[in-house]
T-cell receptor, first 118, second 114 residues
Framework: NAGVMQNPRHLVRRRGQEARLRCSPM?????VYWYRQLPEEGLKFMVY????????ESGMPKERFSAEFPKEGPSILRIQQVVRGDSAAYFC????????????????FGSGTQLSVL | AQKVTQAQTEISVVEKEDVTLDCVYE???????LFWYKQPPSGELVFLIR??????QNEISGRYSWNFQKSTSSFNFTITASQVVDSAVYFC???????????FGKGTRLHILP
């Protein structure tokens, strides 16, 4: 039973390029969360998605950032026209259906994607 | 608003000493959940414990123990007889029954010196 898989593990982009971060939730999980960790900071919530729906995007920057979780395939966090300030570790977490959010059990985190913008 | 404060940004102790990591939280909700996560140098997040607001029993798991006190809104984490492998950043976190997101503290970086 594989855990939450994120790829790539490391991603280097130049300013102005696009970054695509992928997250495959644990088998049977239909809820996905994205968090961002800036250097020397804790994790900040970005977005919560269920299959084909964005439930809560209150932590997403208004511009350049988008997320999706299609019916088939991984969840994608897309950052357009990256800037140096986007450099951070991006973590994905998943939880099962019918157990909305992390209230009823632990949230399973992936190993993160370290984005470096040159 | 919910908030988690980990006042200790960095702690260093010598191996085999006991160490306590502090966590103070704020929430208006009566039903909430507290977590501790470990982030070793490799970067992944490792779940350690989840506690709900109705369960104030302290918990012990091997060398790890947690002290939950609602009266002081604290959820402290103690490592007994620390080992070098305990060196990591430790995050305390909070969510409530009304919310889907976990709020993390800024973390405490723990150095266990040989």
């Amino acid at each position: 039973n594989a855990g939450v898989m994120q790829n790539p593990r490391h991603l280097v982009r130049r300013r102005g390029q696009e970054a695509r971060l992928r997250c495959s939730p644990m088998k049977g999980h239909s809820h996905v969360y994205w968090y961002r960790q800036l250097p020397e900071e804790g994790l900040k919530f970005m977005v919560y998605l269920q299959k084909e729906n964005i439930i809560d995007e209150s932590g997403m920057p208004k511009e350049r950032f988008s997320a999706e979780f299609p019916k088939e395939g991984p969840s994608i966090l897309r950052i357009q026209q990256v800037v140096r300030g986007d450099s951070a570790a991006y973590f994905c977490a998943s939880s099962p259906p019918n157990q909305r959010g992390p209230r009823n059990e632990k949230l399973f985190f992936g190993s993160g994607t370290q984005l470096s913008v040159l | 608003a919910q908030k988690v404060t980990q006042a200790q940004t960095e702690i260093s102790v010598v191996e085999k000493e006991d160490v306590t990591l502090d966590c103070v939280y704020e929430t208006r909700d009566t039903t909430y959940y507290l977590f501790w996560y470990k982030q070793p140098p490799s970067g992944e997040l490792v779940f350690l414990i989840r506690r709900n607001s109705f369960d104030e029993q302290n918990e012990i798991s091997g060398r790890y123990s947690w002290n939950f006190q609602k009266s002081t809104s604290s959820f402290n984490f103690t490592i007994t007889a620390s080992q070098v492998v305990d060196s990591a950043v430790y995050f305390c976190a909070l969510t409530s029954n009304r919310d889907d997101k976990i709020i993390f503290g800024k973390g405490t970086r723990l150095h266990i010196l040989p």
